[in-house]
């Protein structure tokens, strides 16, 4: 079994967890959303009283922790208006790439935000362009945008390298004025990197980690491009079967996904190892 060199929490993540736990200490205290993509995260979270409201109107006291996915700036307004403590735990990523996505609007520039457009992380990006952004998730979306004089790009931060690459080479051809403003995060990258050569190197990939979790997601279908590949939220989801003439098994896990996560699925898959 080999886990890959890069894996599991990034530091927005664990900045994010660590701000909310903070927070407890002043109940009540309720994320807007989940604070990350992973279900048991949150659960823990939940008993340490730490709560989760999908909207403003669920509150009438106590503190609300922006998820490192970040959110429009209307949702601060809001906050503030209703007389509520505001924690901030967007990671800075991601606010770089809201502040990016505003700063292209504000010198003029048509801007594109490549992405997915039903990620929370992308909807925040595409509010703080003053939803003047146009998001643009595949290779044809792209074809298909016009030509405009002035191009400003921004990527949600845990999009693939590769489809971030292949998309902005056909965006290329769309204006003669282009500024690009690389906000994939360096984690995703080396998350990306290090499953893909893993990957490369075994006979079948465990993906460990929220099934909402879209950089999990994109770990698994990277590497299921190489090798067989399993994506499992916990280690009570592993079917011995799968090991069947798998003599190296690689193991990765998301950005979202806890270090006992991951623990406990490596321990199961040397269970099942040494029988
Ligand atoms: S994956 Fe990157 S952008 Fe997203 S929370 Fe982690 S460090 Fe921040």
Redesign the pocket.
């Known amino acids: 079994m080999i886990f890959a060199d890069h894996l599991g929490?990034?530091?927005?993540?664990k900045?994010?967890i660590h701000i909310a736990r903070q927070s407890a200490q002043n109940p009540p205290a309720y994320t807007l959303g989940s604070i990350?993509h992973n279900p048991q995260m949150v659960e823990r979270l939940k008993s340490e009283g730490i709560g989760v409201v999908e909207n403003l109107d669920e509150v009438s006291e106590g503190t609300i922790i922006i998820r490192?996915?970040g959110v429009a700036p209307k949702i601060y307004d809001e906050i503030r208006r209703k007389g509520l403590n505001l924690i901030d735990a967007t990671?800075?990523?991601?606010k770089k790439?809201q502040l990016s996505a505003k700063s292209l609007v504000d010198e003029g520039y048509q801007v594109v935000i490549i992405g997915e457009k039903n990620h929370p992380?992308v909807k925040s990006i595409f509010e703080w362009s003053d939803q003047k952004a146009t998001i643009i998730e595949s290779e044809s979306e792209a074809q298909n945008f016009p030509e405009v004089d002035r191009l400003g790009i921004v990527s949600q931060?845990?999009f693939s390298r590769k489809k971030f690459s292949d998309i902005v080479l056909i965006l290329l051809e769309k204006s003669r004025d282009m500024k690009i403003l690389r906000t994939?995060?360096?984690?995703?990258e080396h998350?990306q990197i290090a499953a893909i050569d893993l990957a490369s190197k075994v006979d079948l990939m465990l993906v460990i980690g929220g099934k909402n979790s879209a950089?999990t997601s994109r770990l698994a279908s990277l590497c299921a491009q190489k090798v067989q590949t399993y994506h499992v939220e916990t280690a009570a989801e592993i079917d011995p079967n799968w090991f069947k003439g798998a003599k190296k098994i690689g193991i990765t896990a998301g950005?979202?996904t806890p270090d006992w996560v991951i623990e406990e699925a490596g321990q199961t898959v040397l269970s099942i190892d040494s029988q």
Request: proline share 4%.
């Open positions: 929490f990034c530091y927005g993540v900045r994010a990350i490192s996915h990671c800075p990523h991601v790439a992380e931060t845990t994939i995060c360096d984690a995703t998350r950089n950005a979202s």
